[in-house]
Nanobody, 124 residues
């Protein structure tokens, strides 16, 4: 059974940092991509970042480039999202998801399994 479990969310002041983790089980990190998405209150879910297992290539939404870093520890089947210089408008639930294809995208429909999410709250 495919499972994705996010952790690392919490409350942080604007300008602060958090590192989210996505622990995966039920599949191996072969020819897949892992994406991070977020959903702010009252807004649609949006893509944040993606990493490919084949060559560790990464992809970021323009809004987070230079502040967020996605990485993978294949031995632990875990993907991380380091978030720096956080802004209040980035408050929301952060989800990770797996795509059964190694090319990265931030299109939600391309991802087949999702975690339950972790809450990130950025205070002003």
């Amino acid at each position: 059974e495919v499972q994705l479990v996010e952790s690392g969310g919490g409350l942080v002041q604007a300008g602060g940092s958090l590192r989210l983790s996505c622990a995966a089980s039920g599949f191996t990190f072969d020819d897949i991509a892992i994406g991070w998405f977020r959903q702010a209150p009252g807004k649609e879910r949006e893509g944040v970042s993606c990493i490919s297992s084949s060559d560790a290539s990464t992809y970021y939404a323009d809004s987070v480039k230079g502040r967020f870093t996605i990485s993978s520890d294949d031995a632990k089947n875990t993907v991380y999202l380091q978030m720096n210089s956080l802004k209040p408008e980035e408050t929301g639930v952060y989800y990770c998801a797996v795509r059964r294809w190694q090319l990265c995208t931030l299109q939600m429909r391309s991802f087949s399994s999702w975690g339950q999410g972790t809450q990130v709250t950025v205070s002003s």
